[in-house]
């Protein structure tokens, strides 16, 4: 089992740091579709770059290292419960080297456990099947995507699509409005697992289990594959693009399945995966429990070094660059406007969901006049001096704080957020009341941040567990684009009205 333990961490290693071949083919596809000089072309070029950059420093491609979910086929007589304790700690010996962020939180107490092990985590299906060796497939899928997962239940009434009903062409239609409602809060662009039918848990796992499937794989079913084809060429015409800043590419693969249903009831469950699509696998002797094989190693694989030479000779992005010196003043971010791209340097300070709701009946432990908050839940490493270094630290998904940022803006002075996705109706209006202003950060850019991330110069907080921390950074040449500004401009609702107007045009009945 000391075999098996080490095959298992070093899978988990490789899928957290190393994204599969098909998923860069996919992803450099998608730069090439883009115009040079776009916001779109921009992110793309720093999601290739953080990508290069997690190739090189063996680090996390992005610091939400998901909910890791093992799929295992193994022979008649293998010891289950013996691989499952090797998994827990290869899982726990992971968490401690800094290549998965501990992510199991007591959903009733909120205490993270440290180590990534929990009640139900990580989540390990078993199947014993006729061959002579282990497949261990590993899926690590972050909350901001996880998120953005969806079920309907046929027949229903979708935004700009109509009525949808127990047909092919209302499972259509839920497929393509389910990319719409995803916008760029899951870091888009995304690849998507639908499960046809089931009930509401085997559908979502239908789902999932698609996710597995090749980028380039064929379904074997005809209308399915007609459908899959539809769908990407569609998708694509929605214009919501990387992070949702407008562009050619929203959807990178998709891929569905079925199952018989009950006579009353008709899902169509539907998995969104960002950008980040951290999927592995192994083949795994049963005897020695040694690698034989890893999984999804066909065709080529993208340099993404050579990808971003071609990158630096090519024209900036669009918009002014703006630099700008932390603590910042009223005046300085009422001149920002939405599409400026900015670079930040100076302090910032992470707060997410449990600071957010702290500080709306406290006060802070420090002065956040002008300040920055940055929505980040990073990967952190305390060294043997007791200092602490930033593994990895990409922004996480802001919607969730719509609740409380205006408010808390205006009680303690924050002059400007950072996060991915945008945020909503409440916190525009306080951005115009207040002079405040919302920066998009590259969703999944984890190692890209770090780097500019010069030192770590306190904490608060940690009493809520790492990723929940009120993190003190000193950054340099941080790099976000301007989506939301103190004039009432916000690119998110632009882009969602927009796609909302082409996903009607997908109206018509197209299977009949
Ligand atoms: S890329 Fe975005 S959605 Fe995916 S895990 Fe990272 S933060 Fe979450």
């Not at 009733?108 to 078993?126: H, M, Q, R, W």
């Not at 009525?163 to 239609?173: M, V």
């Not at 469950?269 to 002797?285: H, I, Q």
């Not at 408010?407 to 957020?417: L, P, Q, S």
Request: charged share 25%.
């Amino acid at each position: 089992m000391e075999k098996f333990q080490e095959s298992m961490y070093q899978l988990i290693v490789e899928t957290s740091t190393k994204l599969p071949k098909d998923v860069r083919r996919a992803i450099a596809k998608a730069k090439l579709r883009e115009n040079a000089g776009t916001r779109a072309a921009m992110a793309l070029t720093t999601i290739a770059e953080n990508i290069q950059m997690a190739d090189e420093n063996v680090s996390p491609i992005c610091q939400d290292t998901g909910m890791p979910t093992f799929k295992i086929k193994v022979p008649v007589g293998v010891n289950q419960l013996k691989m499952k304790e090797a998994i827990h700690r290869a899982i726990a010996q992971a968490t401690k080297d800094g290549k998965l962020r501990p992510n199991s939180v007591d959903s009733l107490t909120g205490e993270n456990s440290g180590n990534n092990l929990g009640d139900g985590v990580p989540v390990i299906k078993f199947e014993q099947w006729e061959k002579d060796y282990i497949d261990v497939r590993l899926i690590l899928k972050g909350g901001g995507c996880e998120n953005k997962n969806i079920q309907y239940s046929l027949p229903c009434e979708l935004e700009g699509l109509g009525r949808a009903g127990r047909d092919l062409d209302g499972i259509r239609k839920c497929i393509l409005h389910a990319v719409y409602q995803a916008q760029g809060q899951g870091c888009s662009a995304g690849f998507i697992g639908v499960g046809i039918g089931g009930d509401r848990s085997s559908g979502y796992e239908l789902a999932k289990e698609q996710l597995f499937r090749s980028v380039d794989d064929v379904n074997p079913n005809e209308e399915l594959r007609k459908l899959e084809d539809y769908i990407m060429e569609n998708a694509n015409k929605l214009g919501i693009g990387t992070m949702g800043f407008g562009g050619e590419t929203t959807l990178l693969g998709c891929k569905i399945g079925v199952m018989h249903r009950l006579p009353a009831s008709f899902f169509v469950s539907v998995a969104y995966n960002c950008w980040a699509f951290r999927r592995l696998g192994v083949k795994v002797s049963p005897e020695t429990g040694e690698i034989q094989e890893w999984l999804y190693q066909e065709g080529e694989n993208v340099d993404f070094a050579k990808e971003l030479e071609k990158a630096a000779q090519s024209v900036p992005a669009e918009g002014r660059e703006i630099v700008l010196e932390a603590p910042l003043t009223e005046e300085q971010v009422r001149q920002l406007k939405v599409g400026d791209v900015v670079r930040i340097n100076g302090m910032m300070y992470t707060g997410r969901d449990a600071i957010h709701k702290h500080l709306m009946d406290h006060d802070a432990p420090i002065d956040l006049n002008g300040q920055i908050i940055y929505h980040c839940g990073p990967v952190m490493l305390k060294d043997e001096n007791g200092n602490w270094h930033v593994k990895a630290a990409g922004p996480t998904t802001s919607i969730r704080e719509e609740p409380y940022q205006g408010e808390i803006m205006k009680k303690f002075g924050i002059r400007a957020v950072i996060g991915k996705g945008g945020m909503g109706a409440k916190t525009l209006a306080a951005l115009k009341e207040h002079g405040g202003v919302y920066l998009n950060a590259i969703g999944g850019a984890a190692q890209y941040y770090a780097d500019c991330i010069k030192s770590v110069e306190g904490v608060d907080f940690l009493e809520f567990g790492i990723p929940e921390a009120m993190w003190h950074l000193r950054v340099e040449n941080f790099t976000a684009v301007v989506t939301m500004d103190s004039h009432g401009n916000s690119l998110h609702e632009d882009v969602e009205k927009s796609s909302l107007e082409k996903l009607a045009q997908l109206k018509e009945p197209v299977f009949k």
